[in-house]
């Protein structure tokens, strides 16, 4: 039997809804929750996602400002930029759109990024409140595949976790929040010995390496969870994920499609935490 499909798209379009009335609540007071990205360089990848993020900022009614610079721009103007976005009383989160140019260190600019509007979740000071468990803001990708297991109805209290790949955006916020709620959790990587073993005991299993199909239907436990956060450019130029879809949906009892699945949970959370910062901004 066919795994279900859990559709992003839609389950995104639930979250966006959602904030209608908050996002109201906050106009008749005067304000009105405001997104900037920075986007360094000419990644296309890069500019595909920040469009999106762009075009989910319009659809909810939130303010949304792309500030682009060109591949030469030096980490000193961008940290000017960041620090001008942080006293800026119109904008309530900033993004950094990752990959950055090679002169420009990645830590350093996301360091400057104020704490109260890191609504990646990426600053030290959110990624270490997640792991004491009172999270400030949570990295987008790891709570909007929260939100897909939370709607689909997948039991996480006792059972068993594999994430494959440790990366501080989506493997480690991941098993933290999987470990709130009470899963066994094990990380997977790039030295992991007999990865199939380990994946093959998850009832839950996400696949967030990178690298296209990685994971085959001889890795899944029948029944599991399967969510794919990758996305990978092929040669022909289509679009895969980190799992053989077609072989593993005739295997588990949930999958996630790519694209339509965690892709556009990440950009509903990034609004979500903006208009969190927003409500935050008046306290």
Request: hydrophobic fraction near 50%.
């Amino acid at each position: 039997m066919a795994a279900k499909i859990i559709d992003g798209k839609s389950i995104a379009a639930l979250v966006r809804s959602s904030l209608k009335s908050e996002i109201e609540s906050l106009a008749d007071r005067g304000v009105r929750p405001g997104l900037a990205a920075i986007l360094a360089g000419d990644d296309p990848a890069s500019r595909v996602y920040v469009r999106s993020k762009a075009r989910a900022c319009k659809e909810t009614g939130v303010h949304s400002e792309v500030l682009e610079f060109p591949e030469s721009v030096s980490e000193f103007a961008l940290l000017e930029r960041v620090a001008r976005l942080n006293a800026d009383p119109r904008i309530h989160g900033i993004l950094v759109q990752l990959p950055l140019p090679r002169q420009v260190d990645a830590g350093t600019l996301l360091a400057a990024v104020s704490p109260a509007k890191d609504v990646d979740g990426f600053h030290a000071a959110n990624l270490g409140a997640l792991l004491q468990g009172s999270p400030g803001f949570v990295p987008g990708t790891a709570a909007g595949v929260m939100r897909l297991l939370e709607h689909a109805g997948v039991p996480l209290a006792g059972r068993r976790a594999a994430i494959v790949g440790r990366s501080t955006i989506v493997g480690k916020p991941m098993a933290l929040l999987l470990l709130q709620k009470d899963a066994t959790v094990t990380i997977c990587h790039s030295k992991t010995i007999d990865l199939a073993a380990v994946t093959r005991q998850a009832d839950i299993l996400i696949a967030a390496a990178g690298r296209a199909n990685l994971v085959t239907a001889d890795m899944v436990k029948p029944g599991a969870c399967v969510i794919d956060v990758g996305v990978n450019r092929l040669a022909d130029g289509s679009l895969a994920g980190d799992v053989d879809f077609a072989a593993a949906k005739e295997v588990a009892g949930w999958i996630t499609p790519v694209p339509g699945g965690v892709g556009p949970m990440t950009v509903a959370m990034l609004i979500v935490n903006t208009v969190r910062a927003a409500q935050l901004s008046l306290e």
